[in-house]
């Protein structure tokens, strides 16, 4: 059995879609996760890909993630809002937050919208880069269940929230930040285990402290290190406060873990933000600063053995490109739960069959 798989990104996309769809899941939202994960895995973010498909149906069978929530704004002014995910997949919850901030834009030049009650978003940057197709900058953050101890402690109390900000160029790609505020995300520790790979030392501890190179050490009660010490676990405090504190929703023990806790729901919440560009200067000039100052970064003189430099985004966008191109390698095993999850949904056998482009040994 080869270790990869390159697949066809329109195919797994529709597979995916139909299975979330044999889970009750109405197909407009069905459509919003297949969409995110999959241009995740374009972008080579695969941590936050289709691998993350089998924990959403897993929550879902347990009615802890639900399939078709009632979600509801329940505060709400000219440019702010509040929104109740009432426990819904994080994307559906996040894709109406994100489509009223946009409406609400039209009128607007600064606006917010906090979230509670939701579950995992996938990437941060699917929510901060549509914000910047609009001529807006986007800011997009969330909390997670605590993952991290603060400097000095020796339990979690802070998650390693993710931090996303995409801003437009012109003739250049957009500039798009998308960072966990520890050193790795846990997906890509997920992502490992999935490959049958150790983790580097660095990356986190097991549930006793000790520094761990075992993906199922961290997985089972194991904490990550904050990026950059005092000054990620910082950040993190500070996403927490914007995203639950601001939107009443859960912090520390009362957010349930994605992969460990199948009694009660993730229970995390977002916050969104655009700044229009226009309330500032003409967009257009805006953008053509933007690509000067990618030019002045661009053209760095180089570190021995070093090819050029790259913008925050600029190697996620050209992955997209190639991968849109040669398709998506992912790991088989991954492929494999999501073909097996695809026949028990009864999704088209002829769909199936142009989902493996090409084996891949490595």
Request: glycine share 8%; net charge neutral; charged share 20%.
């Amino acid at each position: 059995m080869p270790k990869f798989y390159q697949v066809d990104p329109q195919s797994i996309s529709q597979i995916c879609s139909d299975i979330l769809k044999s889970y009750q899941v109405p197909e407009e939202d069905a459509e919003i996760v297949s969409k995110s994960l999959v241009e995740a895995d374009l972008r080579g973010v695969s941590s936050h890909g289709v691998i993350r498909l089998s924990i959403y149906l897993k929550r879902i069978e347990k009615g802890i993630m639900k399939s078709n929530p009632n979600i509801q704004f329940v505060k709400e002014t000219q440019n702010t809002a509040v929104l109740d995910g009432d426990y819904g997949l994080g994307q559906v919850v996040s894709q109406r937050a994100i489509s009223r901030l946009i409406q609400k834009m039209k009128e607007n030049h600064l606006g917010a919208i906090a979230v509670r009650r939701s579950n995992h978003f996938g990437a941060g940057a699917y929510w901060a880069m549509q914000l910047q197709e609009h001529d807006m900058i986007g800011i997009a953050v969330s909390n997670v269940e605590p993952l991290m101890a603060p400097p000095g402690g020796a339990a979690a109390r802070v998650g390693n929230n993710p931090l996303a900000l995409a801003v437009p160029a012109g003739k250049e790609k957009p500039i798009i930040l998308d960072m966990a505020t520890s050193v790795v995300p846990l997906g890509r520790i997920v992502a490992a285990k999935s490959k049958g790979e150790s983790i580097p030392l660095g990356w986190a501890v097991n549930r006793l402290g000790q520094a761990t190179t075992d993906p199922d050490e961290v997985i089972n009660g194991g904490n990550l290190f904050p990026v950059g010490g005092p000054k990620g676990y910082g950040i993190a405090v500070m996403i927490d406060i914007l995203s639950a504190l601001l939107s009443g929703g859960a912090i520390g023990p009362d957010i349930h873990s994605l992969y460990q806790d199948f009694n009660n729901p993730n229970d995390i919440s977002h916050f969104f933000m655009a700044i229009r560009i226009d309330a500032f200067m003409d967009p257009r000039v805006f953008r053509e600063s933007v690509d000067r100052y990618i030019q002045y970064m661009k053209n760095t003189p180089l570190a021995p053995n070093t090819n050029q430099v790259y913008l925050p985004g600029e190697i996620e966008i050209l992955n997209k490109e190639r991968n849109l191109k040669e398709g998506i390698t992912l790991p088989a095993a991954v492929v494999e739960e999501i073909v097996s999850y695809a026949k028990k949904a009864s999704v088209s056998s002829d769909l199936i069959n142009k989902l493996k482009v090409s084996p891949l040994d490595e």
